[in-house]
């Protein structure tokens, strides 16, 4: 009489392992994006579009949503053509969706940078990855992306 074992399948199978992007790596690449895009627009909206900084100064609601909207939309293409931003390149990180593993579609990754704008206003949003063991700020979490090592 032959014994057939019959192997269970447990939903930590079923999950596949990511190399999460360190808190660090995540950092130095958002530093490298602030220099390489938010700069760029930054200089344009206050030098060019208001005048300097005593326009920006008279207009600031107008001048900040002129700096982020062109952010957050330059970033969502950067992650929907290449999965990466200039700083996420340098330090091979990719953002993917967490359900596929693939990357995001474009309305997840918009969602993703308008939830990033809160997380940094709040602090808290950015704060989370230091509590966390796979690094996920808030607008990971809404959006259920990560940002993982290539």
Not at 43 to 50: P, R, T
Not at 90 to 104: F, Q, R, S, V, W
Not at 118 to 134: H, P, V
Request: aromatic letters at 18%; a positive charge.
């Amino acid at each position: 009489m032959k014994h057939k074992s019959k192997k269970k399948k447990t939903i930590s199978a079923a999950i596949p392992k990511r190399r999460y992007a360190t808190k660090l790596t995540k950092f130095k690449a958002f530093l490298i994006d602030n220099f390489m895009l938010l700069m760029p627009i930054m200089y344009v909206v206050f030098y060019l579009i208001m005048g300097g900084r005593s326009g920006f100064a008279e207009h600031k609601l107008y001048g900040w949503v002129a700096i982020f909207l062109p952010l957050i939309l330059l970033q969502s293409i950067f992650f929907y053509r290449w999965g990466q931003t200039p700083g996420y390149k340098a330090y091979n990180i990719k953002l993917i969706d967490e359900t596929t593993g693939e990357k995001p579609n474009f309305g997840i990754i918009l969602f993703r940078n308008f939830c990033a704008l809160l997380s940094f206003f709040t602090i808290f949003g950015w704060m989370m990855m230091f509590f966390r063991k796979d690094y996920k700020t808030l607008h990971d979490l809404l959006s259920n992306t990560a940002a993982v090592d290539i």
